[in-house]
């Protein structure tokens, strides 16, 4: 059984940094794609960013200026740092494992963002 897990959340002001982590464990192997999601009350949840394993990344709308998603394949861990942090930027943060392009997603719990003078 895969399992997600993400931690580094937590309360920041505007215009600060924040690094988020994601642990995958149970695959078997390098997952095939890593991503982070974020989602508030009442809101579809959005991509943020998320990488492949051969490096490629993909981001949503206009994040790609201040978030940044890394891995590393062989521990299966992904990375979301996080610069200029905005209000509008407060909440959860998800991050999923895609361990083939056509297996199951698995999404971990979530952390907490808040972004608040």
């Known amino acids: 059984q895969v399992q997600v897990v993400e931690s580094g959340g937590g309360l920041v002001q505007p215009g600060g940094s924040l690094r988020l982590s994601c642990a995958a464990s149970g695959s078997g192997g390098i997952i095939y794609s890593m991503g982070w999601y974020r989602q508030t009350p009442g809101k579809k949840r959005e991509l943020v960013g998320l990488?492949?394993?051969?490096?490629?990344?993909n981001y949503g709308r206009s994040l790609k200026d201040r978030f940044t998603v890394s891995r590393d394949n062989h521990q299966n861990t992904a990375y979301l740092q996080m610069n200029h942090l905005q209000l509008e930027d407060t909440a959860t943060y998800y991050c999923?494992?895609?361990?083939?392009?056509?297996?199951?997603?698995?999404w971990g719990q979530g952390t907490q963002v808040t972004v608040s003078a």
């Open positions: 999923n494992a895609l361990i083939t392009p056509s297996s199951p997603v698995y």
């Open positions: 990488m492949l394993n051969n490096g490629n990344t």
